[in-house]
């Protein structure tokens, strides 16, 4: 259970052997990994809550007597491409630093990074300050995203990894949820001024947000990063009193645990290594990433990009229960992953990923038709996206679980922040500039053409991961794509996967 050769070693082309993979593999469920998914997952849930408040309040900051000098479209508009283009720039930044100087300290900065954006943005007196925290708070999201998914894959055992991932991605829309919700109170001018309700809602943000660092900061960093980075006596360490601690919890010994790695020490990987890996090596994994993301990109985006504007122009909503609908399909965003996700490990990867892609574009298919033959009304239409969305947000959640586990250790975050940031410039640059019109012109074709692209492509990447999937459910990361390290400094042919 020990490290053998040079303990900690750097010199290039030192050998390290190591079972600290298997040793997490093998580990029981138990509070540490709880310790784990609350102090690393649940900042999707401030994500969600961000970013629903913002459009939420878009129509009180361009109101008289806000205090912000800001129109509601500048909010829906600049604004959030300000906080995508902050998140896509954040993610690949971020995403670097992470492969290069470990998961803990960037997932602590990342959040800091948040956390001070979030409070400034709060405290905003004019427009411009407004848009530039709104781009550095995407900017500490995006690079959230690249070290808490590689962070969060590395520690948590092979048999559940699917479903932790699914859930903790999926709790996106847990937030969205209470952001709707929390809109409700904090805009009420009953209860809070005009000038200070959409400020404390920021504020709240950061109070959970210092809550959740607080928890993080007893979160170790990535033993499999450390063994990889030369510093294999600490992660025999600190996988030891990992042990100690689950064995003390259940009452008896672990099992032994099954195989071992050996590790030659090397250099940081360049982005030109990484380009190779990715692109070149496992390409067949690159085109089934692409395609994911790109089509839940869509699908979303052909949903939910003028939500307010389709319940308003064609069945007559008011403004100010648009939240209420909303509420309901997050809802079912949340409850997709939280309920499918344990097939993603028992069922398998191939089989779920592709099924729910498939399932989700089928039935907006089906949405469609009937949309366009006027059979829905606003809260049937609702409950049919609700259904469409159950499904889709457990693929969609799926797509960064695939790209966290088919690359190479040394490139996982890096792999993450890439495809993550492509995801979110198709579904928050290209898929306003598509659907805006679409689903705001008041034609019911139009609308209907709209939920046919996004259903389309959703298919398309279901295909996809029907023949490229890669069956990783229940294996060790090591065994889906071998690290890079692993490899004799001497470079050997690679063939294409």
């Given amino acids: 259970m020990t490290a053998h050769a040079t303990p900690d070693a750097t010199t290039p082309g030192a050998a390290i052997t190591t079972s600290v993979p298997a040793r997490l ?4 469920w138990s509070r540490w990994h709880w310790t784990v998914v609350i102090g690393l997952g649940t900042v999707w849930i401030l994500d969600g809550l961000e970013v629903t408040v913002v459009g939420n309040i878009a129509g009180r900051l361009s109101e008289s007597g806000s205090g912000l000098p800001v ?83 590395e520690l948590i055992p092979a048999a559940f990894r699917g479903r932790v991932d699914l859930i903790i991605n999926g709790s996106f829309w847990l937030g969205a949820v209470g952001g709707s919700l929390l809109s409700l109170v904090m805009l009420d001018t009953d209860i809070f001024p005009m000038d200070v309700g959409w400020r404390l809602t920021f504020a709240l943000g950061v109070v959970l947000g210092l809550v959740i660092l607080l928890v993080r900061r007893h979160v170790p960093e990535s033993p499999r990063w450390l063994f ?73 985006n052909a949903i939910t990009f003028g939500f307010g504007a389709i319940l308003t122009t064609f069945f007559g909503v008011s403004t100010s229960r648009t939240g209420y609908f909303f509420a309901v399909i997050a809802a079912g965003n949340f409850i997709g992953p939280l309920v499918l996700g344990k097939l993603f490990d028992t069922v398998g990867r191939r089989v779920m990923i592709s099924s729910t892609y498939l399932l989700s574009g089928v039935l907006l298919f089906g949405t469609a038709w009937l949309f366009g033959a006027g059979r ?17 947000s457990a693929g969609a959640s799926s797509a960064y679980l695939t790209v966290s586990e088919i690359f190479p250790m040394e490139t996982r975050a890096m792999a993450i922040a890439f495809f993550y940031a492509l995801g979110t410039a198709a579904g928050g640059i290209s898929g306003p500039l598509l659907f805006s019109d679409l689903t705001s012109s008041g034609v019911v074709g139009d609308t209907v053409l709209a939920f046919r692209i996004g259903a389309s492509l959703m298919c398309l990447a279901g295909l996809v991961a029907a023949f490229l999937a890669v069956r990783a459910e229940g294996r060790s990361l090591e065994s889906i794509a071998e690290p890079l390290s692993a490899k004799r400094p001497d470079p050997v042919p690679a063939t294409a996967e």
């Fill in 228 to 300: 990889i980075h030369g510093r294999g006596k600490e992660a025999e360490d600190l996988v030891t009193s990992i042990e100690r601690r689950v064995e003390a919890e259940k009452g008896h010994g672990l099992p032994p645990p099954e195989g071992e790695i050996t590790i030659h020490q090397r250099g940081p990987v360049t982005f030109r290594e990484i380009a190779r890996t990715v692109f070149s090596r496992y390409r067949r994994r690159a085109v089934l990433g692409l395609s994911l993301f790109i089509g839940q990109a869509f699908l979303y």
């Fill in 71 to 153: 129109t509601s479209g500048e909010v829906t508009g600049l604004a959030a491409a300000l906080y995508v283009a902050g998140a896509c720039g954040g993610a690949l930044f971020f995403g670097r630093l992470t492969d290069k100087y470990g998961r803990k300290k960037l997932f602590i900065v990342t959040l800091a990074v948040y956390l001070a954006a979030t409070a400034l943005t709060g405290l905003s007196f004019s427009s411009w300050w407004f848009f530039a925290f709104r781009f550095l708070t995407g900017f500490g999201i995006g690079g959230e995203y690249a070290a808490i998914n590689s962070a969060i894959d």
């Fill in 25 to 28: 593999d093998r580990l029981p």
């Fill in 376 to 392: 829905l009304t606003a809260t049937t239409l609702t409950a049919c996206w609700a259904v469409v969305l159950f499904f889709a």
